[in-house]
């Protein structure tokens, strides 16, 4: 599997990967695997198969977000202002 970051997202449910190795790939909300398109976001790193197209120009197939990727603002763990006095 191909590794890359979702680079755009449409609203008309399409949009772009932009790859480790190859260039910018198309891929459609029906072949997004695992998640609803809509809880995409741009940014988030995503795992492919690289096929092609109907108009025979190279897209990203059986797209998935990459396995223990966390929301970055839900994992931070704040100071409570308790602690060592001294």
Known sequence: MAK???K??????YGFIKGEQEGDLFF??????GVEFNSLREGQEVEFEQGQGRDGRPQALKVR??????DKDSSTVGDSGEGDVG
């Open 65 to 70: 977000l990459v396995e223990n990727q966390v």
């Open 4 to 6: 890359g970051t979702i």
């Open 8 to 13: 755009t997202l449409m609203d008309r449910g």
């Open 28 to 33: 459609h909300r029906n072949d997004v695997e």
